[in-house]
DNA sequence: ATATAATCGAGACGGTACGTCAAGTCTTGTT
DNA sequence: AACAAGACTTGACGTACCGTCTCGATTATAT
C-alpha cells in the first residue's frame, strides 16, 4: 500500500493533537464501563471527552469502531503467557487468563455487547476478529501445533477446531448466559478436550477390543473424579 | 403464567383479536426476513402488519420479545430427531439439522442478530435460553446421560459442558465468523470431543511413548481421513 | 381542492393539541424578538416552546414557513382603515399605519429580516407575498380604484404601480437603509406620487400657459399642469 | 483607510501575493453565479480558488464582504450615461439600464441575495450602500437636481425621495417578486412620478366630454389600450 | 549570510444547527 | 375492552459550515 500522496513525506497541516484522540478513547472506555454498549453513543463519548462530533467522525469511521477502540483502553491487549511445553498446562493457563478476564473484570459484558454490535456492524465484526481474537487464537494454535509436532496430539486433527472447542463454551457462555464462567471451567474444558469424553472400561466391556495393550490414556488426569455438577444451571 | 386479575373468569369488553395477533406475527416475521435484525423495528412491523403500534405496545413488552415470536413463525420449533442410541451417530444428526438451520436457511443470521440484540436486552436473552437453547439442549443432554448411563460416556462429565464444547464452536463461528460453518462440521466437533485429541498408545509403535502403564484405548480415529483444516477462513 | 381521504370527515387519531402549536408560536415570535432572524433557529423554538423538533418539523415545512407563522403572532394581521374618500388622505391613513408599524415597533426589521430569508426560500417568499404583502396592497388598489372611477385619478394607470411607487421607498428604505424612515414620509411620497414632480412654471414658459393664477401649484389637484407630451409613447 | 503602523512605509515580510486575491474574487464570483448567495460558503470560495481559509479571513473581514466583493468581479460597476437634459429620458435611460442588468443578467438574484444578507449583516449593508446603491443614485440626483435648477422639477422636492419612487418599486419587485419586471416599467415609473397620476383639468378640452356635468372626463377607463393588467402575479 | 517577519496552504478542532429516524407514551374515536 | 390512527417527547444519528487554531513552506526586507 504505497501512499499516492505528491509528497507522503512532508506533513502538511495542522498536526492532529493526540491529547484530542486521547480523550475521546478515554472517553469511549469511561462511558462503555459507565453505560455498557447499551448506553454507549458518540454524542455521549463527545460529551465526555469535550472533543466535538465532526471530530469524532473524522478519525473514526464508525461507532463500533469507536468502541472497539475505547474498549481497548480498558483492556490492555496483553498475552504473555510463559510455555511450558506441557499442552494441557499451557492451554489451562492462556484460557484461565481469558476466563478471568471475562469473569472479574466489566470487559466481559462489554466485550459481549461488541460481538452483539458486530451483528448489524459487519466491520466491527471483522475488526474484533482481527484485533481481539485471532491474536489470542494464535497463542492457541501455537501450543496445539507444538503438541502435535511433539506427537502428543494427534496431527490430523485443525487445531483451530480444537480451539474453538475451548473457547467456544466460554464465549457461548458470556453471549447467552446459560451456565456461569465458573473458575474450574478453563481446566475441565481443556481436560475434557484433550482426553475426549468415552470410557475406557465401557470399550472393554461392550466392544471387541481392538487393541488390548495399550497402557498410556490422558498422562496426567488420572484422578478426574471429583464432580464438576457446580456447573449446572438453572 | 395464570392470569392474575381479580375476575378471571369475567370477560368484558371487546375479546381479543386473534387476526391481529397473527398479523404482527407475520409482520414481525417477514420484516426479519427482510431486513434482518437491524432494519427490525416495531414501527416497521406496525406498517407491514396494519396493526398500531400501542396494540403491539400492549402484547409484546419490548421488540426483542417481538422479533422473538417474530423469529418462530419463521422456524417451526420442532426437535424429532428418533435415536439410535449410538451416542456419536444421535449427536451427529442433532447437531447437523441446527448446522443446516443455520447454513442454508437466513434463520443463521437471525438468530446471530437476537444473540446480539440479547447483549441490550435481558429479557431477550432470558427467552433465547427458555425457548431456543435449552429445548434443544435437553435432546442432547438425553443423549449424552443416556451413553452415561449405558457405560460409554465417562460418568464424572458434565453433560452440559460436552453439549458446549459442541454446540459452543458453532454458535462462535455464527456470531463472530472466524471459520465457516462447513458441512462437515458437526461429524467433527461429535467426533473429537467424543474421543479426544491426545496421542492414543496405539501410535505408540508409531512414535515415543511418553508413558507406558495404562489401558484404555478409544479405538475408532484411525480413519480420520479427510482433512477437516478446510476450516481455516480468513 | 378536494379532500382525497376515504372518510374526510372521520376525523381519526389523537387531534392535534392546540396547545402545543400556540407554544411553538409563541416561542417563535419571543424568538424573533429576541433574536432577530439571524439568530432565529428551530432547535432554538423548540427549546423555548418546550416542542419537540420532530414536532415542529411535522407541521411547518420550514423555517421560514415557522419563522413567518411566528411574526404573525407578533403583528395582528389587521389592517382596518374606514376610508374617508379621499384618496390622499386614505392612501396618506394607510401608508402612515405601515410606517409607524415599522418605526415603533421591532417588527421592521424582523420583517426586514424575513424578506431577506425569503431571498434564498422561495416558499417563504411567496407566503410574504401572499399573506402579508397582497393583503395590505388591496387596500390601496381598493382606493386607487375607487378614485379611478370617480375620475380623480388617471384611468389608464395601473393601480398596482402606483401603489409601488409609494410603499416601494419605504421598504427600500427598510431593507437598505439608505434613508430614515420619517414620520412625514408618507404624506410626502403619497402626495408627489398624484400630483408629479414637474414644474408647473416650467410649463408656462415653455408651453402655452393653461392656468395662471397659481401661488401654490400641487396642494390641490384641481388644475394640474399636463403631462409633457413627449412622454407618451407607444 | 490610510494605513496606521509604525512605520508604513517600511514592508517588511512576504509581500501579499495579488494572485490569491484575485483567485479568490474569482472563486467568489463563480460560486455566485453558480449556486447563488445561498450555496455560497467561504469553505466553497476556499476549494473553488485554491486559497486557505484563513487567508481569506484575513483579507475579507466576513462572508458577505467576500460576497459582495465576488459581486463586484461579475458586475463591471460602469454608470456611464450620456446625459440629454431632459429628465425624463435621462431617468428612463438610467433605470432601464438597472432594469436591464436585473432582468437579462443573473446578478438580478444575486443582488438581490446579497441585500437579503445583508439584513443579518450590518457592514454588508452598509457597503451595498456604499458601493451598490449611492453610486447609481448620484446620477439619478444629479439629473434631478439639474432639472431642478433648470425649473423643470420642482425645486421643493426631495431628489432622494423622487429617486427612491423610482427605484423603490424595481427592488421591491426584485426582493419580493409580486410583479415582474417588465420591460416597459423603467418608462412608466418614470413617467408616472413625473406627471403624477391625478387626473389633469386640460383633459378635458382634449377628449370629447362623455359627461359634462363633472370636472374630470374619463367617466370609465375607454380606451386602455395595452393594459398594464398584465403586471399582475401570481 | 542571516535574522526577522509576513504570506500562504493544509488541515485540526469546538461549536451550532440542520433534517431525519425510531422508541415509547399519550389521546382520540370506532368497533 | 380492543384496536387504528396519529400526536407528542426524547435521544441520537450523520453532515455542513462557521471561525479559530496550529503547523510547515515560502518570500521578502533588514541587519
Redesign the interface.
Known amino acids: 500500500m504505497a501512499d499516492m500522496r505528491a509528497n507522503p513525506d512532508v506533513k502538511r497541516g495542522r498536526p492532529r493533537q493526540l491529547s484530542v484522540r486521547d480523550a475521546v478513547l478515554a472517553g469511549a472506555g469511561q462511558l462503555l464501563l459507565q453505560a455498557?454498549?447499551?448506553g454507549f453513543s458518540i454524542e455521549g463519548v463527545a460529551r465526555l471527552s469535550g472533543a466535538s462530533k465532526v471530530t469524532i467522525y473524522k478519525w473514526w469511521p464508525s461507532k463500533g469502531a469507536l468502541a472497539l477502540d475505547g474498549f481497548y483502553t480498558l483492556v490492555s491487549p496483553s498475552i504473555d503467557t510463559t510455555l511450558t511445553g506441557d499442552v494441557e498446562q499451557d492451554l489451562v493457563t492462556q484460557v484461565s487468563a481469558v476466563l478471568a478476564l471475562f469473569r472479574d473484570t466489566a470487559i466481559g459484558?462489554i466485550l459481549?455487547?461488541l460481538?452483539?454490535?458486530?451483528?448489524?456492524d459487519p466491520e466491527l465484526?471483522a475488526a474484533?476478529?482481527e484485533r481481539w481474537?485471532?491474536p489470542r487464537?494464535q497463542c492457541g494454535v501455537a501450543i496445539v501445533e507444538a503438541a502435535q509436532a511433539a506427537?502428543?496430539?494427534?496431527p490430523?486433527?485443525?487445531p483451530?477446531?480444537?480451539l474453538?472447542?475451548?473457547?467456544?463454551?466460554?464465549?457461548?457462555?458470556l453471549?447467552?448466559?446459560?451456565?456461569p464462567l465458573t473458575d474450574d471451567?478453563a481446566a475441565?474444558?481443556v481436560r475434557?478436550?484433550?482426553?475426549?469424553?468415552?470410557?475406557?472400561?465401557?470399550?472393554?466391556?461392550?466392544?471387541p477390543?481392538?487393541?488390548?495393550?495399550?497402557?498410556?490414556?490422558?498422562?496426567r488426569r488420572d484422578e478426574?473424579?471429583?464432580?464438576?455438577?457446580a456447573?449446572?444451571?438453572s
Open positions: 455498557g454498549t447499551k459484558p459481549a455487547g460481538i452483539g454490535e458486530a451483528q448489524r465484526a474484533i476478529r481474537l485471532e487464537r506427537g502428543h496430539v494427534r490430523d486433527l485443525d483451530t477446531m480444537i474453538d472447542q475451548i473457547y467456544g463454551p466460554i464465549y457461548l457462555r453471549l447467552v448466559g446459560h451456565a471451567l475441565a474444558l475434557t478436550i484433550l482426553s475426549g469424553v468415552l470410557c475406557r472400561a465401557s470399550d472393554a466391556s461392550e466392544r477390543a481392538r487393541s488390548t495393550h495399550h497402557e498410556h490414556n490422558w498422562t478426574l473424579a471429583k464432580a464438576p455438577s456447573a449446572r444451571h
